[in-house]
Nanobody
Framework: QVQLVESGGGLVQAGGSLKLSCTAS????????MGWFRQTPGKEREFVAA????????YYADSLKDRFTISRDNGENMFYLQMNNLKPEDTAIYYC???????????????????WGQGIQVTVSS
């Protein structure tokens, strides 16, 4: 298992930016794909973005790909989510997750991730 800790969340005005970070420890981070999901009360966890083990492939929710960018630094055991032009509907708890695989066409699916962070709140005010 890999342990994951998110940071960088908080309160931002609409149109602003935040960069979420996820620090990984445990199993060899660089071998696995990583993803970001988000969840609001009463709704299912929603896929945001994912990145393959070597950053060769990235995946985005269609509605977010123009504003969000995922990246990783295997040397630092960290990966990131840059969020620009934030909107009130982006308000959610954001989770980072480690996949079972280095890469997969299923990177958008929560069930392929077997390690999750505790989540971090992002609030976008209008």
């Amino acid at each position: 298992q890999v342990q994951l800790v998110e940071s960088g969340g908080g309160l931002v005005q609409a149109g602003g930016s935040l960069k979420l970070s996820c620090t990984a420890s445990g199993r060899l981070f660089s071998n696995y794909g990583m993803g970001w999901f988000r969840q609001t009360p009463g709704k299912e966890r929603e896929f945001v973005a994912a990145i393959s083990w070597n950053a060769g492939n990235t995946y985005y929710a269609d509605s977010l790909k123009d504003r969000f960018t995922i990246s990783r630094d295997n040397g630092e055991n960290m990966f990131y989510l840059q969020m620009n032009n934030l909107k009130p509907e982006d308000t959610a708890i954001y989770y980072c997750a480690a996949a079972r695989y280095s890469d997969s066409p299923l990177m958008t699916m929560a069930y392929i991730y077997n390690s999750w962070g505790q989540g971090i709140q992002v609030t976008v005010s209008s």
